[in-house]
C-alpha cells in the first residue's frame, strides 16, 4: 500500500476549512476528550463533521492523564460515549506523553495503557498507543503493549519536513514527523502525519456509517462557556426542540421526543436573562445530532 499523508488536528488549530485540507490531505486524527474532567475538545464536533463531509477517513485521539486503572476506564468510557455511531477507520489512539505518567512504575503505566485499549477494544473500535521516540524507547513497556499498534513521533528539526524515521520492534503504524507543518485551509501550524498501514478493517459488528447510524451536518453555534458541573447524561422531559444556538430563535435541528436521551460534555451558553443553554450530543431515529437544548427541560439520568 502507498504511503497516506494526514494532519492530527485539535482546538488549538482553531476553524478549518475542510475543503480546502482535503485537497492536499489523505486523513485526520483529531482530538476528541480532553483534560482530567474527561471534557469534550471544544473543536471535536466541528471539526468531525467537518473532515467526514469531505470524505476524510478519521480516527481519534487522547491524551492520557490517568494514573489509576480506573481513571484509564473512565477515560476509554468518555472516548466511546463521543465517537458513538461514527465510524474510525483511522483508530482510536492513547496519547501517552504525560509527565504525572512517566513517574509511575513501569507496570502500572502498562496497566493503565491496558485498560484504555481493552476498553476501546470491547466498544468495537480499532485501537493503538501514540508516543515520541523516547518514550517507545525508555517509558513503555512495549513488549507487554506489542499487540497494538504504534503511531510514533519523531521531529529532528522540526521544521516541517521529515527527517529521521522512528525505530520500533516490528510494524509502524505512522509517524508523525512535524509539529510545524502548513496546511492549506489551517491557520498557524498542524502535525504532519505519515501512515504506513492500510486502515483497519471495519468491525463486522460497525458497518458504515456506524450501526446504521448517521451524521446531521447542520451547523451550530459554539458554546461560549465550559462547567464540569454540567456534564454528564440526560433526558428531555417534554418533546424539546434541539437548536443551532442557544435560544428559541435559533433554528429547530431536530425535536427531541420526551425521555430522549441526550449527552453534555460541560459546554454550555448563558443567555442575557440567565437561561442555560446546555451543548448536547442526541440521536433520534437513527441519526446524531449536535446542538443547544435549554436545561429547564433536561433532567439527569
Not at 27 to 50: E, H, M, V
Not at 121 to 140: E, F, K, M
Not at 207 to 222: A, L
Amino acid at each position: 500500500m502507498a504511503d497516506r499523508y494526514g494532519i492530527d488536528v485539535s482546538r488549538w488549530q482553531g476553524d478549518i476549512q475542510w475543503a480546502k485540507v482535503a485537497q492536499n490531505k489523505d486523513f485526520a486524527i483529531i482530538r476528541c476528550t480532553s483534560g482530567r474532567s474527561n471534557a469534550l475538545d471544544s473543536k471535536f464536533p466541528a471539526n468531525l463533521r467537518g473532515a467526514l463531509a469531505q470524505g476524510l477517513p478519521v480516527g481519534v485521539y487522547r491524551y492520557g492523564y490517568a494514573t489509576t486503572v480506573a481513571a484509564a476506564k473512565a477515560e476509554a468510557a468518555a472516548v466511546l460515549d463521543a465517537i458513538d455511531g461514527y465510524d474510525m477507520l483511522c483508530g482510536v489512539w492513547y496519547d501517552a506523553e504525560d509527565a504525572s505518567q512517566r513517574a509511575l512504575p513501569r507496570a502500572t503505566l502498562t496497566a493503565i495503557v491496558k485498560a484504555f485499549c481493552e476498553a476501546v477494544t470491547a466498544g468495537g473500535y480499532p485501537v493503538g498507543i501514540y508516543c515520541n521516540q523516547d518514550w517507545y524507547d525508555n517509558v513503555l513497556d512495549t513488549d507487554a503493549l506489542g499487540k497494538y499498534p504504534f503511531w510514533v513521533a519523531r521531529y529532528g528539526k522540526n521544521d516541517g519536513k521529515m527527517h529521521t524515521k522512528p525505530r520500533v520492534d516490528g510494524d509502524l503504524w505512522g509517524w508523525q514527523y512535524t509539529s510545524r507543518g502548513r496546511v492549506s485551509g489551517i491557520s498557524g501550524n498542524v502535525d504532519l502525519d505519515v501512515m504506513y498501514a492500510a486502515y483497519h478493517d471495519q468491525p463486522a459488528s460497525r458497518p458504515t456509517p456506524g450501526s446504521g447510524v448517521t451524521v446531521d451536518g447542520s451547523k451550530t453555534d459554539y458554546a461560549q462557556s465550559f462547567d464540569k458541573g454540567y456534564a454528564g447524561a440526560y433526558a428531555t422531559t417534554a418533546d424539546l426542540h434541539l437548536r443551532a444556538g442557544a435560544g428559541t430563535a435559533k433554528k429547530s435541528l431536530t425535536v427531541l421526543p420526551k425521555g430522549t436521551a441526550a449527552r453534555c460534555y460541560g459546554y454550555y451558553t448563558r443567555q442575557s436573562d440567565g437561561t442555560v443553554w446546555l451543548y448536547v450530543v442526541a440521536t433520534v431515529k437513527g441519526v446524531k445530532y449536535t446542538g443547544f437544548c435549554s436545561k429547564r427541560y433536561l433532567k439527569r439520568v
